[in-house]
């Protein structure tokens, strides 16, 4: 890919910027993994100027088409067109420094600096007067394009984006071997925004953001006169983040291997897509209701006798009967690639009200040992009720506040109180990672909770699976190895372990990171309906406005309540508006 930047740079100022759409007509997406295409007889229209939300369910394709456009195996991408793509994997320079790398990635002033170098060092060297002049020439006109890109406020510029994306001075001047996974995907994602391509992917981009830094990102994408010029195509779970940026939708649909484009935000698409369901479902019924009334028709006729003029009338509404059950199995399939983005409900186990604080945080301070106090003075109580969110930039101490919760670790200075009879469980971003792909549903469940071995208790596993969305029958779930299960799926399964120690405290810490959009929002609706306390770490808005009614902001060494979420959010959007 760098190549490919190297060659879009130079061919920019041979050709001019790009200008024009990206186009792509009937293509073939196929499957990393082998098996069936991803998307057959494909195709799309990106047009320069317009943000894109590629959506569809886990594992149909999303990122595979992102990695095709990113290496130009998809669409007419130009020689000329630069393309930058943002996935969640980390960055390899170790040793470097997160603004070194934002600043690499500007490719053009990157090569004009080369450039210049590599001219002056000719210049220094014997010349004819017309290989001088040449060379005195293409200096200045390089010269001139360094100036007009602006090289020497890029560090500057760097440092700033940066600061928005919540890299504090001490991470910046980190090397990237001492930063954790998220603080890497961020710098990758600064580099991108850095970068300006002309053609921007981004793959999941919110994952290890702050709030604060969702909605600089947000707002940058949206507003900046650089992204009114540019195409940027993104997948992400967090659908605030999808409706603040996106106007046209790209939906995959994995049972019809079919790509849908469609111009709206993701509600308006939304809105399409339920309106479809509702005209099918009517369309269905009706039709229905005519083949019943004309099987029941030709039935009685064959049943009591008649005319030969009344049999093959009755002959004729069979064949009537037979041509519309014909119309309705491939209006099925149609039924099935939109039904497709539907969620079953999913059902939590509790323990059952408790009376009191089930946790209660008394002067609380923590500090690591040999470093400074995250926090001091922190105060709080959790009952059954509580539904409570932790705000604040990464690295200020919510995680380990969770912890502290937990009894994972203790305060440093202060108490934290927990009710002997509370079950405490924690939901993170990773728990899905702990189910060993090659055990089914109900062997990881029987491998976790032996209980007696009874086939009694084989069928309360089950039970308990297909309350958490995991069927044991029209798909049997349960019984087919984890791998082939999606991503959403493998959640279902890890939630049903997580709840079915009926915990009366529920900790959160990013759910939402590894879901799609239907799957967050079918966690959200469980969620409401957990008859306990629940405690949550996520940048997500929508999953937050949907389930926290108590919101904790940890930040400047303190943990303090704020007055609502919504008010925190409209703090973050201010301090935006005022830079």
């Not at 308990?464 to 082939?484: E, F, I, R, S, Y």
Request: hydrophobic share 40%; with cysteine.
């Amino acid at each position: 890919m760098e190549a490919a930047r190297v060659r879009a740079c130079r061919s920019r100022w041979r050709l001019g910027a790009y200008r024009g759409a990206i186009e792509a007509r009937a293509f073939t997406l196929p499957n990393p993994g082998g098996g069936r295409e991803l998307l057959d007889d494909a195709a799309f229209t990106l047009v320069r100027g317009r943000r894109y939300a590629l959506i569809g369910r886990n594992g149909k394709g999303k990122s595979t088409l992102l990695l095709a456009l990113a290496a130009r195996r998809v669409g007419d991408v130009p020689e000329a067109c630069s393309v930058h793509y943002v996935s969640q994997a980390v960055a390899e320079d170790e040793e470097r420094t997160p603004g070194s790398i934002v600043l690499d990635a500007d490719v053009e002033r990157r090569v004009l600096l080369a450039d210049r170098e590599a001219l002056d060092a000719k210049l220094s060297t014997k010349l004819s007067a017309k290989e001088a002049a040449d060379c005195g020439e293409k200096l200045r006109q390089t010269l001139e394009r360094l100036e007009s890109v602006d090289a020497d406020s890029a560090p500057r510029r760097a440092e700033e984006l940066l600061k928005h994306l919540g890299f504090s001075d001490g991470l910046r001047g980190k090397k990237m071997r001492e930063l954790s996974g998220g603080w890497r995907v961020r710098t990758n994602l600064a580099a991108a925004l850095f970068a300006r391509p002309d053609l921007l992917l981004l793959d999941e981009p919110t994952n290890h953001l702050s709030i604060a830094a969702v909605l600089w990102l947000a707002r940058e994408l949206a507003t900046s006169e650089t992204w009114k010029e540019r195409i940027v195509v993104t997948v992400s779970h967090d659908r605030k983040f999808l409706e603040d940026v996106c106007g046209d939708v790209l939906h995959i649909s994995g049972h019809a291997k079919r790509l849908t484009q469609t111009h709206g935000s993701y509600a308006t698409w939304q809105a399409r897509r339920a309106e479809q369901l509702l005209n099918w479902r009517r369309v269905s019924e009706k039709r229905q209701a005519e083949v019943d009334t004309l099987k029941e028709y030709a039935g009685h006729g064959f049943r009591y006798g008649g005319s030969q003029s009344q049999i093959k009338k009755m002959q004729m509404k069979a064949k009537q009967a037979s041509k519309l059950e014909e119309e309705q199995s491939a209006m099925d399939d149609e039924f099935a690639a939109l039904n497709e983005d539907q969620e079953l409900p999913l059902e939590l186990q509790h323990g059952g009200e408790l009376p009191g604080n089930l946790v209660a945080l008394k002067d609380v301070g923590f500090a690591y040992p040999g470093g400074d106090f995250l926090f001091r003075n922190a105060e709080m109580g959790i009952d059954t009720k509580s539904r409570v969110v932790f705000l604040g930039e990464n690295g200020n101490g919510k995680t380990t506040l969770v912890k502290i919760i937990m009894g994972d670790l203790e305060p440093t200075e202060g108490e934290c109180l927990r009710s002997p009879h509370a079950r405490v469980a924690l939901v993170n971003q990773h728990h899905a990672d702990q189910i060993d792909l090659k055990q089914t549903p109900l062997q990881f469940m029987m491998a976790k909770f032996p209980g007696p071995g009874t086939n009694d208790h084989a069928l309360k596993l089950r039970s308990h699976l297909a309350k958490c969305g995991v069927t044991g029958h029209d798909p049997d779930l349960q019984n087919v190895p984890a791998a082939a299960l999606s991503g959403g799926q493998r959640s279902r399964v890890a939630l049903a372990a997580v709840s079915y120690v009926a915990p009366h405290v529920l900790i959160m810490d990013e759910p939402t990171n590894n879901l799609d959009l239907e799957s967050v929002a079918a966690l959200a609706d469980c969620v409401k309906r957990f008859e306990g306390a629940v405690v949550v770490v996520s940048h997500d808005q929508y999953f937050v406005n949907e389930i926290a009614d108590e919101a904790w902001v940890v930040n400047k060494g303190a943990v303090r309540k704020a007055k609502s979420f919504a008010d925190y959010v409209r703090k973050q959007v201010k301090k935006l508006e005022d830079m």
